[in-house]
């Protein structure tokens, strides 16, 4: 699943819980607002993520 995925956690499971909760809420044009917001801020989250990974985890082996 990490071949294909970097990050499965965000786009498996924390978008689709947000996609079920406005379709839950019946919440179309809020999600349809604040979707390209959210995932903007899952992109940035990522880039950090990976730096920290290149730059501190696997070159101090924890």
Do not use: T, W
Not at 18 to 37: D, E, N, T, W
Request: hydrophobic share 55%.
């Amino acid at each position: 699943m990490f071949k294909l995925f970097k990050h499965p956690n965000y786009y498996l499971n924390i978008f689709p819980e947000l996609i079920g909760l406005a379709m839950l809420c019946h919440a179309k044009f809020s999600f349809i607002l604040l979707a390209p917001i959210y995932l903007i801020i899952i992109f940035i989250r990522i880039k950090q993520e990976n730096r920290v990974l290149k730059e501190i985890i696997i070159p101090n082996k924890f």
